[in-house]
């Protein structure tokens, strides 16, 4: 599920970013480690968009 996310965000225009991530799962610590990870695939893909 995080790789079909990841790959939503990578389409999305960089000028768009950040777009707003929304993880549902039971189990807390799985989603903060999910939100954490695409929050930081949106940070990564704004540094790059910068350069």
């Known amino acids: ?3 079909l996310a990841e790959s939503a965000l ?3 225009t ?3 970013l950040p777009v707003p991530v929304w993880v549902y799962c ?3 610590t ?3 480690r ?3 990870y ?3 695939i949106q940070n990564n ?3 790059g968009h910068q350069s």
């Open 14 to 16: 960089p000028s768009a």
């Open 1 to 3: 599920m995080a790789l």
């Open 38 to 40: 695409l929050i930081g």
């Open 26 to 28: 039971a189990h807390k």
């Open 34 to 36: 999910l939100t954490g």
């Open 10 to 12: 990578k389409g999305v």
């Open 45 to 47: 893909l704004m540094i």
């Open 30 to 32: 799985t989603h903060r």
